[in-house]
């Protein structure tokens, strides 16, 4: 094509106007403007709700994952699992287009649901909703009933199922639902008077670091405690390479679940993620219910290693000890890497509280905390935290703003560097700083999903992280004269 024929933009933008505004976004003005969005949402810190749905419906042994929804939605959280995990994300739709928007999803669900037990044979289809079918107002209910009636599915197959609108709420009100509904299905007509597995039962939330659930079953076995994982991706998710493909790799055993209501203690480690499945829990299971923070740094988990000793009269074994002592070590040699330097924070809540946690355990500045999607409960609270030390006075929380905000934040009142997940980088990128990768997804480095951040050993992993990737930046930028052999 020649330069004549070539299409012209109908504005063109001169070089200086760009650079202008390159400016201009790093200024109070921007910012104050930038805060006073209303309506547009740009680079959120989370996902929606049927992606949490989706990683509590892989968690359990032999479960499909089943999206009420279209194709392009359910391509959206296998592929955004696949990145993170590395693996696999097994899951199905019943692929709904126009057809369906207009006349209702009820012959796409009652094909795909025959098609998905046909091919894959699970032990249970759970299923949960995207956009459309909530828009048209698809009653699920009423579907799945009829699927069984017409003889699309087995009478005795277990299909919990969950209504999951990507417009409302995110990822972990999407888990905390399909939680609930498994859990439900599972468990109906299981309650038996008097008796008791002995057994606790844990939640972890929705938490996409397989090395985190890991550490929580060493941590149970090293005390002696019996255990269900509710649910339990550490296998569906970081299966072993040996040359076959397993489908259904790991989770939750139905019947473990199903009996988890006859249980001694079920203990929540993420309540923001599980606030409805711990209300019911509340009501209809056995045994004593706990719901606790995540035992981030060294406090959070003395205090999870005291409520296991108190609820199972057993005391802290000895090699816990021994690792406390040399997280407790490993924090005083690196203190004054991290003393005083100030960090952005952006995540889900229970991450923050826990993140947030371990920093002031280590003299350092939580300065700006972020939560895309929270309520007022969450910003309570971390501002009680923040208020349990000298290092948490300056520090500030942004409830319901995105990272957008966020990279106004930095370019108007800089910070040393940013902890959260990867739609962080650009922010981080654009003021220069590092960003330490915790949380979900993490979808630009690799492996990091197989260090644990809870408990003592991962007190020691983020500590490690963050103070050589300072160390790192000074021998990158200083001048010869004090490029040392020891920093």
């Known amino acids: 094509m020649s330069a004549e ?21 790093d200024t109070e003005e921007y910012k104050e403007k930038n805060f006073a969005r209303e309506a547009l949402v740009v680079n ?6 049927p992606l949490g ?4 419906a892989t968690a359990f042994e032999g479960t499909l994952p089943f999206v009420h929804g279209s194709q392009g939605c359910a391509s959206y959280f296998r592929s955004t699992f696949s990145r993170h995990f590395r693996e696999p994300a097994a899951a199905t739709c019943d692929a709904m287009t126009e057809d369906g928007a207009v006349f209702g999803g009820q012959n796409n669900l009652f094909e795909g649901l025959e098609n998905a037990y046909a091919l894959y044979k699970p032990k249970m289809l759970a299923v949960y909703t995207t956009c459309m079918p909530e828009v048209i107002g698809d009653d699920l209910t009423a579907f799945i009933k009829n699927a069984r009636l017409q003889g699309h599915v087995p009478e005795d197959l277990p299909i919990p199922y969950a209504n999951t609108p990507s417009f409302n709420g995110t990822h972990i009100h999407g888990y905390d639902s399909m939680l ?9 007509g299981q309650k038996i008077e008097g008796k008791c597995t002995g057994k606790l039962n844990l939640i972890p939330g929705f938490d996409g ?13 090293l005390f002696g405690i019996p255990y269900t994982v509710l649910a339990d991706i550490s296998e569906v998710f970081d299966s072993p390479c040996d040359g076959h493909y397993r489908l259904y790799p790991g989770g939750t055993k139905l019947e473990d679940a199903a009996e988890s209501i006859n249980g001694k203690v079920t203990l ?3 309540k923001y993620s599980t606030t409805n499945t711990m209300k019911w829990i509340e009501e209809e299971y056995s045994g004593e219910k706990v719901a606790m923070p995540m035992p981030f740094g060294i406090k959070k988990t003395d205090e999870f290693l005291m409520k296991l000793a108190e609820l199972f009269g057993k005391p802290v074994p000895e090699e816990l000890k021994a690792e406390r002592g040399r997280a407790v070590d490993a924090m005083t040699d690196a203190h004054q890497y991290l003393h005083g330097k100030k960090f952005a924070v952006a995540g889900d809540p229970d991450y923050l509280l826990g993140i947030v946690s371990f920093l002031l355990e280590m003299g350092a500045i939580p300065y700006h905390v972020l939560c895309s999607r929270t309520t007022k409960k969450f910003e309570k609270e971390m501002k009680a935290l923040l208020a349990t030390s000298p290092f948490g006075a300056t520090g500030k929380v942004y409830i319901n703003k995105d990272l957008w905000h966020l990279r106004s934040l930095l370019m108007t009142d800089p910070v040393d560097g940013i902890i959260g997940d990867t739609h962080a980088k650009w922010a981080a990128r654009d003021a220069k700083i590092p960003l330490f990768r ?22 020691v992993n983020m500590l490690t992280m963050i103070a050589n990737k300072f160390l790192d930046m000074k021998d990158e930028t200083c001048e010869n004269q004090w490029f040392e052999m020891m920093r």
């Open 53 to 56: 749905a989706q990683m509590v």
């Open 268 to 270: 929540a480690l993420q």
């Open 44 to 49: 959120p810190a989370h996902a929606c709700q």
């Open 5 to 25: 024929a070539a299409v012209k933009l109908v504005t063109e933008t001169p070089p200086e106007e760009i650079a202008r505004v390159e400016k201009w976004i």
């Open 209 to 221: 670091n397989t090395a985190n659930i890991r550490e929580y079953k060493r941590i149970l076995e």
């Open 438 to 459: 915790i949380g979900f997804p993490i979808i630009d480095r690799v492996n990091l999903h197989r260090s644990p951040v809870i408990g003592y050993q991962g007190a």
């Open 180 to 188: 609930k509904s498994i859990l439900e299905t599972l468990t109906a």
